[in-house]
């Protein structure tokens, strides 16, 4: 795992995952289990998806079931981030039984777990949230007001991944962050800077 440890906010998730034969759930399970990460506010929508296993076209049922999926665009209607919330995950899966669906392989295991441990270990004060709202499991930045959206947020050894207090927008809720997102775009400049 000391290839995980290096690697983990420097390459993307699913090619250390690739690189050591792991489902790409599963080493976000255990960078966490290692403490190399915390759990994390938002899941992009494209992990949640492959967790769920979602059929194409899957997305509206399960908001339909309370899955809080966020899709912010700028006024032009161009999507630039799409995420969905932990604990509406954690809420869901409860609300279905997700051993059950995990057992008729409807859905990832190492997904389930994730999820489910990150919400008990956070219920229990066991751990906390990651330090940004929008750091990604792979601790890729996911604020689409940020000038760092789509890179990789690392430990620089005077902070930890999410923790740069010079970042001007960790703080944001993800409302208030669809509402910049597009003010910013309605006065012609696109992102605000960070």
């Given at each position: 795992?000391?290839?995980?440890r290096a690697h983990l906010g420097r390459q993307r998730?699913?090619?250390?995952?690739?690189?050591?034969?792991?489902?790409?759930?599963l080493l976000i399970h255990q960078a966490r289990i290692l403490g190399i990460r915390r759990p994390v506010r938002?899941?992009?929508?494209?992990?949640?998806?492959?967790?769920?296993?979602?059929?194409?076209?899957?997305?509206?049922q399960v908001e339909a079931e309370g899955i809080d999926r966020f899709r912010i665009t700028d006024r032009q209607g161009a999507l630039v981030a799409d995420l969905v919330?932990?604990?509406s995950l954690a809420r869901w899966l409860e609300d279905?039984?997700?051993?059950?669906?995990?057992?008729?392989?409807?859905?990832?295991?190492?997904f389930r777990r994730e999820i489910m441990e990150s919400m008990a270990d956070l219920q229990r004060r066991l751990t906390h949230w990651e330090g940004c709202r929008f750091l990604s499991p792979?601790?890729?930045?996911e604020s689409p007001l940020s000038n760092s959206h789509g890179c990789f947020c690392t430990d620089n050894g005077q902070h930890a991944a999410g923790a740069d207090p010079k970042c001007l927008v960790?703080?944001?809720?993800?409302?208030?962050?669809?509402?910049?997102?597009?003010?910013?775009a309605?006065?012609?400049?696109?992102?605000?800077?960070?």
């Open positions: 795992m000391s290839y995980l998730v699913e090619a250390i995952a690739e690189h050591l034969g792991l489902d790409v759930h938002l899941w992009p929508a494209e992990l949640v998806e492959a967790g769920l296993r979602l059929p194409r076209g899957g997305w509206p919330s932990s604990t279905r039984n997700a051993e059950h669906l995990e057992a008729e392989g409807r859905i990832n295991p190492w792979g601790h890729v930045c960790r703080h944001l809720s993800v409302h208030e962050t669809i509402d910049q997102a597009r003010r910013g309605e006065r012609g400049r696109g992102r605000p800077p960070a």
